[in-house]
């Protein structure tokens, strides 16, 4: 694909609508992410780093 | 944008033939080879001291000399010129098992290593690079711009900015030698057993913040790629076959990311080519700027610093390197304020945090394969996504990095203290080829990096989601989860 190509393919590409399933990806990582950082920031509190 | 300057990132094989071995083994394979060399000193062969080492200097003459006083009877120069044909030997054999041209490999690697090296030498310059007051009188000189020896590392950046954006013909006639993924990976081999000596020397701080790694993966793979991607997608417009890759090079870990998302989802292979060719730049912007950042606003907090730009920088050249210059950069502040932390805890910590987020790169290619393949891209006929592509899409490099972590943690702790008391000299000896792949990765990267491409038409959009994300998302809340796990903790200090 030449360069030409690729730079109308990126200007005039129509738009994608987020489909059901890029929304629970999306909704599933951010909930399980933020979960898990809390829970990693409550052990980091409970449990201190030794010197 | 020629295909030419595409082929930089991935350099494909026109005739279609094979290599038996890819560019993460033979980093494996040339890392531990170096590694065990160096280990020879522990039962007094000294088999490498003869790599060259640069000091900080304000006479040329000083500037060189042979890594071990076993051999400095070759000089400055016999031991570059021996540490050159030794690379250019080794890395021409690379090149082979690679299938590529090898006499045009040697003739561009010939240009890749004295340019780099000549760049690293000037970095060393005492007016560039003394740091204390101290260091200034010794060698008599009343101004410096303090970037300590390691500012080296920009030096060979620039020098690769500058033929990358004035001599394109030039870059082009060395892109088969301008490999940056390969000289990190290498340099990240070697590294694993540096750390180990270090973190040996005190190891439960060591475990610590391994413990405090986890977050790092969390934020890469579950924040950090849903913000992107959401984005790219919703605010910016773009396909899922274009999304998904771009998200994954700005959130996870540049290059290697955008490739194997861009497989998984069986996108065409041009969109991660052109995403990583993205990475490379802003990776370039990072390195120039965070490092001097941390310096200013984290010298007080180094382990945040190291973190933050494990975090933040993307590509495991830059992100390394770039924990190398803070290092460097933070530890001179501290010294000129009387405080003398231990030398590679800050670096160790960036290592560690890229290491690690590396190490999910399969995972997270396959679980998005799977996603795309049965549910999204549904294609008849065209495979599914099988377990088997997380061992296919894992970073081999990082089996090379543990080896060397647990072989050196084993000699520093585990074997009789004769022997464990040579084990940091053994290793730094390592240590000094991997300041030379830091090197050569630094010129690398700065060879591939023609700033024209932003400006080019059509893909403005693309740097205008890595530019909003990695600097309106992606750097700050990097910086928020490293002062969250690791304020407060403080290197050793030197005894």
């Known amino acids: 694909m030449s360069e030409t190509d690729i730079r109308k393919e990126l200007r005039d590409a129509p738009v994608e609508p987020l489909l059901p399933i890029e929304k629970k990806l999306i909704g599933w990582s951010l909930g399980i992410g933020l979960v898990l950082l809390v829970g990693l920031a409550l052990l980091n509190h409970f449990v201190p780093a030794t010197f | 944008m020629s295909d030419t300057w595409l082929n930089n990132i991935a350099p494909p094989r026109a005739d279609g033939v094979t290599a038996p071995i890819n560019e993460d083994w033979l980093a494996v394979v040339l890392g531990l080879a170096i590694f065990v060399l160096a280990l020879a000193a522990l039962v007094n062969v000294d088999l490498i001291g003869w790599v060259v080492t640069t000091s900080v200097w304000i006479n040329l003459g000083q500037a060189l000399k042979a890594t071990s006083t076993s051999f400095a009877s070759l000089g400055g120069v016999g031991a570059l010129i021996a540490t050159y044909v030794a690379l250019l030997v080794v890395l ?25 090296y000549a760049s690293w030498v000037i970095g060393n310059y005492a007016n560039f690079a003394a740091v204390t007051p101290a260091e200034q009188q010794k060698f008599g000189i009343n101004w410096s711009l303090k970037l300590t020896g390691e500012g080296g590392y920009i030096f060979a950046l620039i020098a690769g900015l500058i033929i990358a954006n004035f001599f394109p013909r030039f870059a082009e006639a060395i892109k088969e030698a301008v490999r940056p993924e390969l000289y990190i990976k290498i340099a990240i081999v070697i590294l694993g057993g540096f750390i180990a000596v270090t973190a040996a020397g005190k190891l439960s701080l060591a475990s610590s913040l391994l413990l405090r790694g986890v977050a790092a993966i969390v934020e890469a793979y579950l924040i950090y790629w849903a913000v992107v991607y959401f984005v790219a997608r919703k605010w910016f417009g773009f396909s899922r076959e274009w999304a998904a890759p771009l998200a994954s090079g700005i959130s996870i870990c540049g290059v290697s990311a955008a490739i194997a998302v861009g497989g998984a989802i069986r996108a065409r292979p041009i969109v991660p080519v052109l995403v990583s060719s993205l990475v490379v730049i802003f990776a370039v912007v990072e390195v120039l700027i965070l490092p001097f950042l941390a310096q200013a606003f ?4 180094p382990l945040v ?26 530890l001179a502040k501290n010294a000129a304020e009387g405080v003398n932390y231990q030398p590679g805890w800050i670096l160790g910590t960036a ?25 999204i891209n549904v294609v008849p006929g065209q495979a599914k996504a099988s377990v088997g592509e997380i061992w296919q899409r894992f970073p081999k490099f990082i089996i090379g990095f543990l080896i060397t972590f647990a072989v050196g943690l084993y000699l520093a702790l585990g074997t009789p203290a004769d022997i464990a008391k040579k084990v940091p000299a053994a290793i730094g000896e390592a240590n000094t080829f991997r300041v030379i792949f830091f090197i050569l990765t630094f010129f690398s990267i700065g060879v591939l990096s023609n700033f024209k491409t932003l400006w080019q038409e059509g893909f403005g959009k693309l740097a205008a989601v890595y530019l909003v994300t990695l600097f309106g998302f992606v750097v700050w809340v990097g910086l928020l989860i490293s002062w969250l796990f690791f304020s407060g903790i403080n290197p050793p200090l030197a005894s």
Do not use: C
């Open chain 2, 298 to 301: 984290l010298s007080h907090e």
């Open chain 2, 92 to 116: 021409s054999a690379g090149a082979a098992a690679l299938k590529s041209n090898v006499t045009k490999f040697a003739l561009a690697f010939t240009a890749v290593f004295w340019i780099a």
């Open chain 2, 351 to 375: 290592t560690t945090i890229k290491v690690f987020i590396d190490i999910f790169i399969g995972i997270w290619a396959f679980v998005l394969g799977y996603i795309w393949t049965n549910h």
């Open chain 2, 305 to 330: 610093a190291g973190a933050w730009i494990g975090l933040a920088v993307k590509t495991d050249g830059a992100a390394v390197a770039a924990g190398g210059i803070t290092e460097s950069l933070i």
